[in-house]
């Protein structure tokens, strides 16, 4: 069982920066693949990033190419998506995940990949 905790909810102008950290629980943190998910307002969840624990392969939702950054550190147990120029269509929940340690498909980056959830922390882009 791996538990997620998130951090870093915050209000920012448009054009603004935020960092969002989530911390594992658990030993295997270095052999798990690990996501970052969004839930906009009356939309469906997607991806944001993901990052495998296979070479540090990392994923990016076309949408937050050049403007987003996901990394972890694996002494720490802590995942984190350092956001920039955000834009008030960003506004939503931002979830932690987590695959299966031990674990990798085809399609890592993806929600069904992934079994372990956190509760999720808000991110407000005003206009």
């Known amino acids: 069982q791996v538990q997620l905790v998130e951090s870093g909810e915050g209000v920012v102008e448009t054009g603004g920066s935020l960092r969002l950290s989530c911390a594992a629980s658990g030993r295997t943190f270095s052999q798990t693949t690990m996501g970052w998910f969004r839930q906009a307002p009356e939309k469906e969840r997607e991806v944001v990033a993901a990052?495998?624990?296979?070479?540090?392969?990392?994923f990016y939702a076309d949408s937050v190419k050049g403007r987003f950054t996901i990394s972890r550190d694996n002494a720490k147990r802590t995942m984190y998506l350092q956001m920039s120029r955000l834009k008030p269509e960003e506004t939503g929940v931002y979830y932690c995940?987590?695959?299966?340690?031990?674990?990798?498909?085809?399609?890592?980056?993806?929600?069904?990949?992934?079994?372990?959830w956190g509760i999720g922390t808000l991110v407000t882009v005003s206009s």
């Open positions: 990052i495998a624990w296979i070479g540090d392969s990392t």
């Open positions: 995940a987590a695959a299966e340690p031990g674990t990798f498909s085809s399609e890592w980056y993806r929600a069904s990949a992934m079994a372990y």
